[in-house]
């Protein structure tokens, strides 16, 4: 599981899930440099779409498909088991955009949520790595 430092894991958040937003950060490192670029990686960025009288959006359809799925299934346990995730679909419902316009939202907000996970990890990895090589260096 992708775990924050000292609050647990990610809400909806499996091993399979874990796996394959870890192995896409993986192959892809170049691409988590903003919430933005790591959104358009997992095909979750919204892009206008609109036409005439309905100012809408859509996903963008390049990036991972894999990683798009996790995401999605990331929604979809939250809106089963999460009460602030399942408030905030009701509340949005009520303002009477369509439910697919309600989880592209809130599959942009997971991927949020994700970034900010992985780049506090990578931000750790690397500052150990620097510790590391000047200890080392030290040494010598």
Sequence with gaps: ?????????????GADVA????ATAGDNPGRLHSEAAFAHLCGVAPIPASSGRRDR????????RAADHAPHTIVLR??????RTRTSMERRT???????????C???HVTREV??????????????RQTTRSDLTEAA
């Design 1 to 13: 599981m992708i775990r924050r430092p000292g609050r647990g894991a990610l809400r909806g958040v």
């Design 19 to 22: 796996g394959q937003l870890l």
């Design 57 to 64: 959006h859509r996903h963008n359809r390049g990036g991972d």
């Design 78 to 83: 939250r809106l089963r088991w999460d009460e």
């Design 94 to 104: 009520g303002q009477r955009p369509s439910q697919k316009d309600i989880r592209r």
């Design 106 to 108: 809130l599959k942009r």
């Design 115 to 128: 970034h900010r996970v992985l780049a506090r990890s990578l931000d750790h990895r690397t500052a150990t």
